[in-house]
C-alpha cells in the first residue's frame, strides 16, 4: 500500500513537500513515480526514481522538483519549490519493478492521491 501526503495550498513561487510512504519489506526494489492529474486532463508522469537512484524528470518540472528516496523508511519524497499556477493537480504516487515506464498504466500499485493548490 501507498500513502500520499503533504499537499495542500501555497502561493505561487512558493515550495511544498510531497511524502509517500510504503507498507511491504520490498520497497526499495521498486522504481517509485509521482504522477499528477489536473481537472480535465490526462494523469502525467512528474518525476520517477530508480531503485539505485537514478531519477527522471518531466520537462515541466526539471530544476524545480527534486524526487528522494528513504529506503529505511520506506518513503518516497516530492521536493517541490518555485510552484507555478499550472502545478496545481492531484499529484499521486506509484511503484512498479521496471525502469523507465512513464505510462500511468505500466504501474502496479498507487496512492490515493493528495491535492496541490498553487494560487497567482
Known amino acids: 500500500q501507498l500513502q500520499a501526503s503533504g499537499g495542500g495550498l501555497v502561493q505561487a513561487g512558493g515550495s511544498l513537500r510531497l511524502s509517500c510512504a510504503a507498507s511491504?519489506?520490498?520497497?526499495?526494489?521498486?522504481?517509485m513515480g509521482w504522477f499528477r492529474q489536473a481537472p480535465g486532463k490526462e494523469r502525467e508522469i512528474v518525476a520517477a526514481?530508480?531503485?539505485?537512484?537514478?531519477?527522471y524528470y518531466a520537462d515541466s518540472v526539471k530544476g524545480r522538483f527534486t524526487i528522494s528516496r528513504d529506503n529505511a523508511e520506506n518513503t518516497v519524497y516530492l521536493q517541490m519549490n518555485s510552484l507555478k499556477p499550472e502545478d496545481t493537480a492531484v499529484y499521486y504516487c506509484?511503484?512498479?519493478?521496471?525502469?523507465?515506464?512513464?505510462?500511468?498504466?505500466?504501474?502496479?500499485?498507487w496512492g490515493q492521491g493528495t491535492l496541490v493548490t498553487v494560487s497567482s
Open positions: 506509484a511503484a512498479v519493478q521496471r525502469w523507465l515506464i512513464r505510462s500511468p498504466s505500466g504501474y502496479d500499485y
Open positions: 511491504g519489506r520490498t520497497f526499495s526494489r521498486y522504481v
Open positions: 526514481i530508480a531503485a539505485s537512484g537514478s531519477t
